[in-house]
């Protein structure tokens, strides 16, 4: 099975490469999760629920929160991966921050985050870990398969956003105006993202 | 040549490659041109460098506050649909310095093309003062009236951010921006283009309020700025005003307010 796993260097980070990929249509959710509660080192990832991603931008923001905090040795939470998930909360309740932004039995749609936080964590053993255990259609984590999977007015009421007017659906992502919405509410994800815990 | 080292960036941005450039240095901060996440956009970085000769926790904890401040005013008018910057990253207790330890807060932002409005205002005065002999009425109008067209615009975009809750605390013609439309080409046949959003630009003095005292306070400073730089602009400062009082409801009011400030000046009366 091809594996779509990207590795990101995020600007400012260069020490610390991100990989991420995305799945539809994952078929053991439950065992995932089950994984991350059993604390099995193993499955140590950021398992996040697809349907809450606005964009990558709100993605990489909550990944940056999170790995900024690790670097500096101010995680709330267990490790950078859990931190990942908290990250995206726009308060400051981490068994809340897991309900609404991690995996649950019933995903469908994953991101998973892995940062390479030791020398073995490398691009081929996250790449043949996870296509060994997601079962799943690996597919590319952009805009355009976000927009497939999310689900706006749910992103809207987490945030409580719920003023702000919402962007149409993905099937008619060409207008104008619509990208201004889109951008509008992107941009208010990413400020919450930011002063969370201010 | 002065040798002027800027104190070591915060990290992570000591690793960032390229190296974010210095722009600007106030007396609060430094603004930086770095790349947001996603290596493609550019993005600003303001830093609030730790202030050594103030006790440490009194530094800390005044610059905490006021990029706080900064950033929670950004969030809101994000939220709200004003013309600013984004608020992309933010770290209120920074880490910098070989020790690793306290290096400042540092707040990033969407960067926003284009010149500020005094550069526009500059170029235009020069390029009118150059050009007055050979152009005739109809022309000269038409120059004016492509500016009054932008101060109406300011004052629209002045007249959302205070609808919006929010005062900026220092309203210059540097602190307002002309982003060109996108894919617009700069390079006009005509004096200046003043085509374009207008964007407002650094709230590190901005505040929350929605009091008449405090708006008309920064429509006066505002127009005292461009009476003292822009002459040949001045006389037009009545068209930002009209895009004012029209762009929400409570802006007669604080116009009314304004003319008392007018009268007394920028500084409240001495209460108590």
């Known amino acids: ?198 | 040549m002065e040798d002027y080292k800027p104190p070591d960036l915060p990290s992570p941005f000591n690793n960032t490659t390229p190296p974010p450039t210095l722009l600007t240095q106030g007396a609060e901060a430094h603004l930086y041109k770095t790349t947001s996440l996603n290596p493609s956009n550019p993005a600003a970085l303001k830093i609030r460098p730790s202030k050594p000769y103030r006790h440490p926790i009194l530094d800390r904890r005044l610059t905490r506050q006021r990029i706080l401040q900064e950033a929670r005013c950004l969030a809101k008018l994000v939220r709200e649909g004003v013309s600013v910057p984004a608020l992309l990253a933010l770290d209120w207790e920074g880490h910098g310095g070989e020790e690793g330890g306290w290096g400042g807060a540092w707040l990033m932002m969407e960067w926003i093309e284009g010149d500020v409005v005094r550069v526009v205002l500059e170029k235009w005065e020069a390029w009118m003062k150059n050009n007055q002999a050979s152009l005739d009425e109809s022309q000269i109008e038409r120059e004016e009236a492509q500016v009054r067209g932008l101060l109406k615009k300011m004052g629209a975009a002045i007249g959302a951010l205070h609808k919006a809750g929010v005062v900026h605390g220092d309203l210059t013609t540097s602190n307002l921006m002309l982003r060109p439309f996108a894919g617009a080409d700069g390079a006009g046949a005509e004096s200046v283009s003043t085509e374009g959003d207008v964007v407002l630009i650094d709230f590190g003095l901005a505040s929350q309020s929605a009091q008449d005292e405090d708006r008309a306070v920064d429509l006066y400073v505002l127009e005292r700025a461009i009476g003292s730089t822009h002459p040949r602009s001045e006389p037009l400062f009545d068209e930002l005003l009209l895009g004012y009082r029209e762009s929400y409801k409570g802006a007669p009011s604080a116009l009314k307010r304004l003319e008392d400030v007018r009268m007394r000046g920028r500084k409240r009366s001495m209460l108590g």
Do not use: W
């Open chain 1, 1 to 198: 099975m091809a594996s779509c796993l990207e590795t990101i260097s995020v600007p400012h980070l260069p020490s610390l490469p991100v990989h991420v990929a995305l799945y539809r249509d994952v078929q053991n959710a439950a065992f995932l999760k089950g994984q991350l509660l059993a604390g099995n080192s193993e499955f140590e990832y950021a398992l996040i629920d697809a349907s809450m991603l606005l964009s990558r931008a709100h993605a990489t923001a909550a990944v940056f929160r999170a790995v900024n905090d690790y670097m500096h040795n101010r995680l709330k939470s267990r490790n950078v991966h859990s931190e990942i998930v908290f990250s995206f909360n726009s308060t400051n309740n981490i068994a809340e921050s897991f309900r609404r932004f991690g995996i649950a039995d019933s995903t469908k749609d994953l991101l998973v985050v892995k940062v390479s936080v030791s020398p073995e964590i490398t691009h081929e053993s996250v790449a043949a870990h996870l296509c060994a255990t997601v079962q799943g259609t690996s597919v590319p984590f952009d805009d355009q398969t976000l927009a497939e999977v999310h689900d706006v007015n749910k992103i809207k009421r987490v945030y409580k956003l719920g003023a702000l007017p919402s962007p149409p659906k993905a099937t008619d992502l060409s207008n104008g105006t619509n990208d201004e919405l889109r951008q509008r509410l992107e941009n208010a994800l990413l400020a919450a993202i930011a002063l969370r815990g201010s």
